[in-house]
Structures are given as C-alpha cells and as structure tokens.
Antibody
Framework: EVQLVESGGGLVQPGGSLRLSCAAS????????MNWVRQAPGKGLEWVSY????????YYADSVKGRFTISRDNAKNSLYLQMNSLRAEDTAVYYC?????????????WGQGTLVTVSS | QSALTQPASVSGSPGQSITISCTGT?????????VSWYQQHPGKAPKLMIY???KRPSGVSNRFSGSKSGNTASLTISGLQAEDEADYYC????????????FGGGTKLTVL
C-alpha cells in the first residue's frame, strides 16, 4: 500500500525556518517525481515545488522561490522541504504528493498533510 | 485570485448529473491536455479523479468524466450520490518559459 506521511509542521515566528519531511513507503520511491502542495486554512490548493525522481531537476512556485528548498534522499525514501524566511502567508497545510507514473503533473497519492503556522 | 476559474458552488439531487467548469487561458488549459481534477472531503487529502483531461485512475467510478473545449475544462459527475459531496479542484500545467502548475479556486458540490 502506498503511504506518504508528512511531519515537521508547527508554529514558527515570521522570519523563522522549518523543515518538513515526507516518508514514503509501499512503492519504489526513487522511480517517482514528487511535489509539495499547500492549502491555506479555508482556501484552495497551491502548488509549491517539484523534484524529479533523481533530484536533478527542481522547480518552485514564484511565491516561495529563493526561500524554500526541496530535496530528497532516495536511500531513505524521504522527501524534504526546507522553509526559510517564513511569512504569515505561508501558513497552510503542506502535502507531499506523488506524480502518477507515466503522466505529467497528475498527483495520484497524497499524504495527510502537516500544518505550518507562521505567527508571532 | 486563482489562476484557473471555477464556480464557487454547484448542487444537484441524487441521480442527477452536474458539470463543473474550469476556465483558464491559452497559456495553460488551452495549450496542454494536462488538466487533472481532485476531490477533497473536509479534513482529508485530495484524491485524483481525472488526469490528462479525460483519463480515470484505476478505482475511480466511471460516473466521473472529464473533457475540454478551448480554454475551458469540465468535470461531469453522473448519477450523483451523497458521497460525491465534496470540494473539487482542477489543475493544469501552465509552463511556457518556466515550469508552473496552477489550480482552480475549488468548487463546493452539494448533493441536495
């Protein structure tokens, strides 16, 4: 069974940093592209970042470029999101999402999400 | 403001059909057959319902179908059931000079 489990969320002050993790199981993690998608409270979904299966290709949404860093450790079946210079508008549930094999930007499995709250 | 425009809400009675529209531009929906649709129940993670415009993942009911015309994609749910009540989001690749993925603002489906 495919499972994605996020962790690392919490309360952080504006300007602070946080590192999110996503532990994958039930599939060959190293063969799949991965993404982070976030959802502010009561709001819609927003794509945050993409990483290729090898980690060699990375993309970011303009809203987080220069502040967030996506990475992965295929040996540990884990995906990460390092978030720096956090702002109030970064407050959201952060989901890791797997790209459906053979497709392009279709997210077939999602984690349960981890809540990040940026507030003083 | 979301990049893709969806109606805030739609409703229908059990057994009826409804359609949710997703309007983009020639830079996203109109340029690529890469629209996906997600169902999200309250407090839950999104679930992929349609990908690449009209394809259904394994396990998704054939009551769900997707289509596209010009810059507008559509999700149709036939034979409405109570469990279909949820939020629905469309999503499209929007890269031209740079990689980008955009979502719609979401549509609340109420089954009357």
């Amino acid at each position: 069974e495919v499972q994605l489990v996020e962790s690392g969320g919490g309360l952080v002050q504006p300007g602070g940093s946080l590192r999110l993790s996503c532990a994958a199981s039930g599939f060959t993690f190293s063969s799949y592209e991965m993404n982070w998608v976030r959802q502010a409270p009561g709001k819609g979904l927003e794509w945050v970042s993409y990483i290729s299966s090898s980690g060699s290709t990375i993309y970011y949404a303009d809203s987080v470029k220069g502040r967030f860093t996506i990475s992965r450790d295929n040996a540990k079946n884990s995906l990460y999101l390092q978030m720096n210079s956090l702002r109030a508008e970064d407050t959201a549930v952060y989901y890791c999402a797997r790209v459906k094999g053979g497709s392009w930007i279709s997210f077939d499995y999602w984690g349960q999400g981890t809540l990040v709250t940026v507030s003083s | 403001q979301s990049a893709l425009t969806q109606p805030a809400s739609v409703s229908g009675s059990p057994g009826q059909s409804i359609t949710i529209s997703c309007t983009g531009t020639s830079s996203d929906v109109g340029s690529y057959n890469l629209v996906s649709w997600y169902q999200q129940h309250p407090g839950k993670a999104p679930k992929l319902m349609i990908y690449e415009g009209s394809k259904r993942p394994s396990g998704v009911s054939n009551r769900f179908s997707g289509s596209k015309s010009g810059n507008t994609a559509s999700l149709t749910i036939s034979g409405l059931q109570a469990e279909d009540e949820a939020d629905y989001y469309c999503c499209s690749y929007a890269g031209s000079s740079t990689f980008n993925v955009v979502f719609g603002g979401g549509t609340k489906l109420t089954v009357l």
